[in-house]
């Protein structure tokens, strides 16, 4: 049996619909980590100077980073929800390393989705990264649990993902920023250990206490081409306007097309924010360019 590679190690989801596990699609990368948290164990009756720990606690957290982002509905709608769900990390084999292998490290267990940032950048490939904590005990996997084969997706384009911001917290957003040239959106739920006296065993339980999400994003000061699209777009002088009003304004993040990518199509997630920070930068010999970060005000709403 020959050194099992990294595309060959896979951390899939628990479909209840199709009630199967599924791969995280187009997945570049995923990390395990299994915690046994100690408190020192020495003591007056332990002869010699070296500490004994001893393991009070087991904790468990995954990550996962994808160039999957046709599903950014689908996980901002989970980690609002602050339900726990399925995890499972197997051997995985076939042309797209998608079926379970059943190796004997196979372990499933239930998770929150804590942490999820998506970045939409120029002339790249846009991203997604996921984190998960555990929360309760790690099981075997029966031989009988089968993953769904998925199709193999689609690159989505940075430049085709564009935010849209309005001027206060009535309009609805309609203006791409001008010359911009990345964006992410992230969004955190802070969990707490929940576990008590009451709590057979050592791992540990976790409760959701919180959401809460920034967006950010970089444009050029000026941009030297052609604008041929009729649609208006936000200036970096407009966006210091609304960084001196100090008010919640409309966003939404969209697809676009049209003319240099200003006319959004289908929405995918929107609500109000606050300018917290812009920050100006002249370089020497470089462009000159700016970055904005935006706090979320409120909840998000996901598009249906």
Same mark, same amino acid.
């Given at each position: 049996?020959?050194?099992?590679?990294?595309? *060959?190690?896979?951390?899939?989801?628990?479909?209840?619909?199709?009630?199967?596990?599924?791969?995280?699609?187009?997945?570049?990368?995923?990390?395990?980590?299994?915690?046994?948290?100690?408190?020192?164990?020495?003591?007056?009756?332990?002869?010699?100077?070296?500490?004994? %720990?001893?393991?009070?606690?087991?904790?468990?957290?995954?990550?996962?980073?994808?160039?999957?982002?046709?599903?950014?509905?689908?996980?901002?709608?989970?980690?609002?929800?602050?339900? %726990?769900?399925?995890?499972?990390?197997?051997?995985?084999?076939?042309?797209?390393?998608?079926?379970?292998?059943?190796?004997?490290?196979?372990?499933?267990?239930?998770?929150?989705? *804590?942490?999820?940032?998506?970045?939409?950048?120029?002339?790249?490939?846009?991203?997604?990264?996921?984190?998960?904590?555990?929360?309760? %005990?790690?099981?075997?996997?029966?031989?009988?649990?089968?993953?769904?084969?998925?199709?193999?997706?689609?690159?989505?384009?940075?430049?085709?993902?564009?935010?849209?911001?309005?001027?206060?917290?009535?309009?609805?957003?309609?203006?791409?920023?001008?010359?911009?040239?990345?964006?992410?959106?992230?969004?955190?739920?802070?969990?707490?250990?929940?576990?008590?006296?009451?709590?057979?065993?050592?791992?540990?339980?976790?409760?959701?206490?919180?959401?809460?999400?920034?967006?950010?994003?970089?444009?050029?000061?000026?941009?030297?081409?052609?604008?041929?699209?009729?649609?208006?777009?936000?200036?970096?002088?407009?966006?210091?306007?609304?960084?001196?009003?100090?008010?919640?304004?409309?966003?939404?993040?969209? *697809?676009?097309?049209?003319?240099?990518?200003?006319?959004?199509?289908?929405?995918?997630?929107?609500?109000?924010?606050?300018?917290?920070?812009?920050?100006?930068?002249?370089? *020497?010999?470089?462009?000159?360019?700016?970055?904005?970060?935006?706090?979320?005000?409120?909840?998000?709403?996901?598009?249906?």
């Amino acid at each position: 049996m020959g050194t099992l590679k990294g595309q *060959n190690f896979r951390i899939c989801i628990f479909d209840a619909t199709a009630e199967k596990y599924k791969v995280i699609g187009m997945a570049t990368g995923c990390t395990v980590t299994l915690q046994n948290n100690t408190d020192p164990g020495s003591h007056k009756d332990i002869v010699g100077a070296a500490d004994m %720990p001893v393991t009070t606690s087991k904790s468990w957290s995954v990550s996962c980073d994808s160039l999957n982002v046709a599903d950014a509905a689908a996980m901002l709608t989970a980690i609002k929800a602050m339900q %726990p769900m399925t995890l499972m990390w197997d051997e995985t084999t076939t042309t797209d390393n998608q079926t379970r292998a059943k190796a004997t490290f196979a372990r499933k267990g239930s998770a929150y989705l *804590n942490d999820v940032t998506f970045n939409f950048n120029d002339r790249e490939n846009s991203t997604k990264s996921l984190q998960f904590q555990g929360s309760g %005990p790690l099981q075997t996997v029966a031989a009988s649990e089968a993953t769904q084969v998925i199709p193999l997706g689609s690159y989505t384009k940075g430049q085709y993902v564009r935010l849209f911001l309005s001027s206060d917290n009535t309009a609805a957003p309609s203006t791409v920023i001008a010359a911009a040239k990345s964006l992410s959106m992230h969004v955190s739920l802070t969990l707490e250990d929940a576990t008590t006296k009451d709590t057979a065993g050592e791992w540990t339980i976790q409760e959701p206490t919180a959401l809460s999400y920034d967006i950010s994003t970089g444009a050029l000061m000026r941009s030297g081409e052609t604008i041929t699209s009729q649609v208006g777009a936000k200036s970096l002088a407009d966006l210091e306007t609304i960084y001196e009003a100090g008010t919640p304004v409309k966003w939404k993040i969209s *697809n676009v097309g049209g003319d240099n990518n200003r006319t959004a199509s289908s929405t995918i997630v929107s609500g109000s924010v606050i300018l917290t920070q812009l920050t100006l930068n002249g370089p *020497n010999r470089q462009n000159a360019d700016y970055t904005a970060n935006l706090n979320g005000y409120g909840d998000y709403t996901v598009a249906a």
